[in-house]
T-cell receptor, first 110, second 115 residues
Framework: QKEVEQNSGPLSVPEGAIASLNCTYS??????FFWYRQYSGKSPELIMS????GDKEDGRFTAQLNKASQYVSLLIRDSQPSDSATYLCAVTSGTYKYIFGTGTRLKVLA | GAGVSQTPSNKVTEKGKYVELRCDPI?????LYWYRQSLGQGPEFLIY????????DSGLPNDRFFAVRPEGSVSTLKIQRTERGDSAVYLC?????????????FGPGTRLTVL
């Protein structure tokens, strides 16, 4: 079992819709969770961090964390074509190293 | 500088050669991380430093890989006897301090191609 799992996609949504991206992790001791966006040929860019169970909102983005289910998600409201990218979930493990999932490719259709 | 910088942006080398990749973290950031990313994969952890010391090098694939950060700022990732399988984008990130509640910021990466 991979430590951080994401559906590779592509996830296609129409412009203006809500995109829902999911991530599960195996280490129950993980305390910190991050979402990064990565455009093709570019490096990852931090979007959100979340540390406590529940929801955290920042503009059009909402991160959701459920530690009991070992599940973290990212919702993107009013999706735009410019949101088309790969979204990486990262989880801290052990000595504070980050473990990344393989990413979900999102396509927002105009 | 404002962000993490990495040099060179691209490196092409021949199998068996030695390469050095450099990372300059955000000013004031004490933690520095190295990752390797292959096509279609997420970043794979290699090593991280808190200050000058390697706090966790469990991701280095073998003894051909080595990294240093002698003055607690710039870091160099060194790869000896390169192999074609080493071809990837090598990413560096930094954070204020090492710790799960500290966000990491990535540099633009070095694309390494081993022929």
């Amino acid at each position: 079992q991979k430590e951080v799992e994401q559906n590779s996609g592509p996830l296609s949504v129409p412009e203006g819709a809500i995109a829902s991206l999911n991530c599960t992790y195996s280490d129950r001791g993980s305390q910190s969770f991050f979402w990064y966006r990565q455009y093709s040929g570019k490096s990852p860019e931090l979007i959100m961090s979340i540390y406590s169970n529940g929801d955290k909102e920042d503009g059009r983005f909402t991160a959701q964390l459920n530690k009991a289910s070992q599940y973290v998600s990212l919702l993107i409201r009013d999706s735009q074509p410019s949101d088309s990218a790969t979204y990486l979930c990262a989880v801290t493990s052990g000595t504070y190293k980050y473990i990344f999932g393989t990413g979900t490719r999102l396509k927002v259709l105009a | 500088g404002a962000g993490v910088s990495q040099t060179p942006s691209n490196k092409v080398t021949e199998k068996g050669k030695y390469v050095e990749l450099r990372c300059d973290p955000i000013s004031g950031h004490t933690a520095l991380y190295w990752y390797r990313q292959s096509l279609g994969q997420g970043p794979e952890f290699l090593i991280y430093f808190q200050g000058t010391g390697a706090a966790d090098d469990s991701g280095l694939p073998n003894d051909r890989f080595f990294a240093v950060r002698p003055e607690g700022s710039v870091s160099t990732l060194k790869i000896q006897r390169t192999e074609r399988g080493d071809s990837a984008v090598y990413l560096c990130a930094s954070s204020l301090v090492a710790g799960g509640y500290n966000e990491q910021f990535f540099g633009p990466g070095t694309r390494l191609t081993v022929l």
